[in-house]
C-alpha cells in the first residue's frame, strides 16, 4: 500500500529531488575560470575609477593608444622571462599564430618599432591576460592602465612626470595610504658587481632579491646559494646592501658618503647621480614624501634598465602591490633594432576596483541608470508612450516609458531605479490635457498641461 | 682597376641595396592579419563616436554590462549557424576549452540565464573577434555596440525603442542618410509555409533570401531549386511575395488586404498585427519615414523569433549594412531552460569610424591632447620645471614641460601639438620674478609675476 509517511519513501523522494536539483544548476551556464562579468553597479563604479585615471593621463598630455588583443607570437616571445608561460595562445587554426597580450608595455614597443615613430607620451587602458593561478582573487583576464613615455629628453625629466603621474593618480582616486618604493636596475647591478657576482648572473640572482618582500632574508640566502650557485660569503654581502631603506635623501647621501664601496662603481655612480636629479625635483613637486629609497626592490621584468618603482599600501589589511613601472631603454631596439628609450608606470585596476566597491557600498547606493523622468502610461497605448516620450529624447531629456494599469508598479519602478519624476497619464489626462508629474523623493505632486510638457519637465530638471 | 662608374658594379651595389633595404623592412614587427592599432587620432575620432553613442544608451536608461573577451567555448556552440565556423579558439593549455567572443548578443544571453535575470535593458560597447576574410576593408577584430531589451513588455515595447535606439543612434552620429529594412521572422516564415516550402527547410531556405540584396533573384532561385531542393514553381511563389517592398503602412495595408494570401496564416497574422503595433508608434515618434518594410530581409542568424531590422546607407558610395538587430525570445532558454524574451540593436562601429574619419580630414586638424600650457624651461634645471608644473597640475591645469635652452623649438612644439599658451623661464626670468606667456595663436606676449603665476593662467583659459 501507499504510505506517504514511510520513511523509505520520503528518503527516496529526498534523492531524487536533489538530483533533479544538481541537474537543474549543472545546466547554468558557466564563465571561464578567472574571468568575471561587470555588472550594473560594478561597471559604474568602473566608469568612475576610469574616468578619473584618464584625467589624469590627459592632464599631463598623453595621447590615447589601443593596440589589438592578441599579437604575433613572437612579438611576445623573449620579453617576460620566466612569466612567458603565463601567455595565452590561439588555437592553430591556420594562418599566423598569436597570443593574447601579457601587457601593455610590450605591445606599445612594437607599435613605435613598427611605425618608426621615435617620440610619443601615450596612455591605454585595456584588458591583459595571464594564465596565473586565479585562486587568490587574483583575475586572468583583469585591467591595466599604463602611461608610458618614449623619446630623448633630459636626464630623469619623463622619469619624473610617470613618478607624478603615479602619486597623482592614486591620491585622486583616494584608496587609502601609500608609499612607493624607488630603485635603478643600474645600482642594482653595480651591488651585485661590488658583492662580486657575475654579470651573467645578474638577472636570476635579482629576481630572488625581488622575493624579499614576501620571505626573509634567511630563505633568499638559501635560493641563493643552493639554487643560483652563490659563495655565503657574497650573499651575506648582498644582505647588507638591500637592508637600505628609507627616506630617499638620506639614503643617497649614506650612499654617497666617503666611505661608501658605490663610488669605486660607474655604473652605481651614474645611477646615484640619476638618482639625486630625481630626487630633488620630486622634492619641489612635493612627491618625495611618498617614496622610499629601497636597495631590496628587483622587479621580475627582463626589461627594465634605469629607474624601478612599485606602489604599495601601508598598513595590513592591504596587501601587494599596486602599481609599479620603470624605465626600459632597450625594448623598443628588440624589434627595430633603433634604440628609443622610454619609462612608464601600469596601475592595476583590480584591486582599486575591490576597494571602491567596498567604499561604494558603505556610503550610498550606486544608481546604475540616469534616467531622468519616467513616462508612466497607465494602459497599453504604445502610440501615445511614443509620442510623449519622444518629445522628451528629442530635448536630450533621459526619459523611460512603461505601460501599465496600475500607478503603484510605476512608482515602484522608479523608486528602485532611483528615478526622480514620474508622470502619469491615464484616460482622464488625455481628456483633460492634464498630467500629474510626480517627485519620487519630495512626494510633491504636480499638473502640466500637456502643450507644455516637455518645458516643464526641463524646469524641473534645471535644464532652463 | 676599380672603376665607379663600371655598370656591372653600379648593377650589383644596387642589388646589394636591395637586398639589405628588404631586410631592413622585414625586420620590423608586425601585427595580426585583420586587426590594427588606433593611434592618437584615431583614438580621438572613437572616443568621439563613444561619446555619441554612449550618451543615446544612457539616454534610454540602459546600464552598461562587460563580460570577458573569452567565453566558454560550449556558451558559443549551436548559436550563429554556419558562421561557426568563423570562432576562434583559445589553444587548449590545460583547463576548460574557450573560444573568444564572436557577437555580445550570445555573452548577453549566457549572463542573464546565469545569473537567472530576467529582465535587463543593458548596452556593451566591445570588440568581437571573426576568423573573416579580412581583404574587403573588414577586420576580424572589431567594436560592437548593443543595446538589447530583456523582459516581458507589452506588445511591441521594447521594439518600439530598439528602433528608436538605432534611429537616435544614426541621426545623432550624422554619418549619411541611411534606411531601415525591416521584417518580421513570423510573416517570413508564413509566407514560406504558403509557398509549400516545408517547415525544416525555413532557415536554410532564409540564408538563401538573405542574399537578395546582393544577388539577382535568378541567382537565389538556382541555389534553391538546385542546392535547396524546392519545386520551380514554389521557387517563383517566393520570388512573387519577396519583391514587396515600400513604405511600411502601404505594404502592411496591402498584405491585410482582402485577396491576401497571408490572412489564412496564423504565424502572418499575428506578425502583421504586431508590425501594424509597431508601425503606428514609430510614426508617433517620427521614426516610421526612416522604414522601409521589406519582405526580402530574412538576416542570417539563426536566433531570431520576430521582427528583425537592418540599417543601410542609402546612395552608392555606401555599401552594406552599419546596424541590424531583431527580437530573439528563445536564446536565453537555451542556457537556463526559461525562457526570457529579448529584443536588441548591434551598430558595427567600423564604418562610421571610416566615415568620420574621412569628415574630419576635410574640415579640421583633429587634437590628439588637451594639454592647455607649455611651460617652457629654457635650460636644464628639472627642479624649476617640477616646481611650476605641479603648481599648475594642482590646479586641475592640463599642463606639460619641457627642458629646452631654444625657444624656437618650444613653440615649434606648441604649435605641433595645439597647445595654445607657452610660458618661458630663463635665467634672467628667474631674477626678475617676470615670465613671458605667449598666446600662440594671437602671437600675443604677456608678462606674469611668479607670485601669480597659476592664478593669471587660469584666467586665460577662462578658468576663474
Not at 80 to 90: C, N, P, T, V
Not at 133 to 142: A, H, Q, V
Request: glycine residues 8%.
Amino acid at each position: 500500500m501507499f504510505d506517504p509517511a514511510d520513511t523509505g519513501l520520503n528518503t527516496l523522494l529526498g534523492k531524487i529531488k536533489e538530483i533533479v536539483e544538481s541537474n537543474e544548476i549543472r545546466r547554468l551556464p558557466k564563465i571561464p575560470k578567472g574571468t568575471r562579468d561587470f555588472g550594473k553597479e560594478q561597471m559604474a563604479i568602473r566608469e568612475h575609477a576610469f574616468s578619473i585615471i584618464t584625467n589624469v593621463f590627459k592632464r599631463h598630455g598623453a595621447v590615447a593608444l589601443d593596440t589589438p588583443v592578441f599579437e604575433l607570437r613572437e612579438t611576445l616571445m623573449g620579453k617576460y622571462g620566466e612569466d612567458s608561460k603565463l601567455i595565452y595562445d590561439l588555437a592553430d587554426q591556420g594562418g599566423e599564430l598569436c597570443s593574447l597580450r601579457y601587457d601593455l608595455t610590450v605591445p606599445f614597443a612594437r607599435y613605435l618599432a613598427m611605425n618608426n615613430i621615435n617620440s610619443l607620451k601615450r596612455y591605454q587602458i585595456a584588458k591583459v591576460y595571464r594564465r596565473d593561478n586565479p585562486s587568490k582573487g587574483r583575475y586572468r583576464e583583469f585591467y591595466q592602465c599604463d602611461l608610458d613615455i618614449a623619446g630623448q629628453y633630459k636626464v630623469m625629466e619623463p622619469d619624473f612626470e610617470v613618478i607624478n603621474v603615479l602619486t597623482d593618480l592614486l591620491d585622486e582616486l583616494n584608496i587609502g595610504d601609500y608609499e612607493i618604493k624607488l630603485n635603478h636596475r643600474k645600482l642594482l647591478d653595480g651591488m651585485l658587481e661590488i658583492c662580486g657576482v657575475s654579470s651573467d648572473k645578474f638577472r636570476t640572482v635579482c629576481s630572488s632579491i625581488d622575493k624579499l618582500d614576501k620571505q626573509s632574508f634567511e630563505q633568499v640566502k638559501k635560493e641563493l646559494v643552493e639554487e643560483k650557485g652563490l659563495g655565503i660569503e657574497t650573499a651575506d654581502k648582498i644582505g647588507q646592501l638591500v637592508k637600505k631603506r628609507g627616506p630617499p635623501l638620506e639614503i643617497l647621501s649614506d650612499l654617497k658618503g666617503k666611505d661608501s664601496p658605490f663610488l669605486g662603481n660607474n655604473g652605481s655612480l651614474l645611477a646615484l647621480n640619476e638618482l639625486e636629479i630625481l630626487f630633488k625635483a620630486l622634492e619641489k613637486s612635493k612627491c618625495l614624501k611618498k617614496i622610499v629609497f629601497d636597495l631590496s626592490l628587483a622587479r621580475g621584468l627582463d626589461y627594465y634598465t634605469g629607474v624601478i618603482f612599485e606602489a604599495v599600501f601601508k598598513g595590513a589589511a592591504q596587501v601587494g602591490s599596486i602599481a609599479a613601472g620603470g624605465r626600459y631603454d632597450n625594448l623598443v631596439g628588440m624589434f627595430s633594432g633603433k634604440q628609443v628609450p622610454a619609462v612608464g608606470v601600469s596601475l592595476g585596476i583590480e584591486r582599486v576596483f575591490t576597494i571602491l566597491e567596498q567604499l561604494e557600498k558603505e556610503n550610498k547606493v550606486i544608481r546604475a541608470t540616469e534616467t531622468q523622468v519616467l513616462v508612466a502610461i497607465l494602459g497599453e497605448d504604445l502610440s501615445l508612450a511614443a509620442e510623449l516620450v519622444r518629445e522628451l529624447w528629442d530635448a536630450k531629456i533621459k526619459a523611460d516609458f512603461s505601460l501599465n494599469k496600475r500607478i503603484r508598479n510605476h512608482i515602484d519602478r522608479a523608486v528602485e531605479s532611483g528615478i526622480p519624476l514620474v508622470v502619469f497619464i491615464g484616460e482622464s489626462e488625455l481628456i483633460s490635457g492634464t498630467f500629474k508629474l510626480k517627485n519620487i523623493e519630495s512626494h510633491q505632486e504636480d499638473e502640466i498641461r500637456r502643450e507644455h510638457f516637455t518645458e516643464e519637465i526641463k524646469k524641473r530638471l534645471n535644464m532652463v
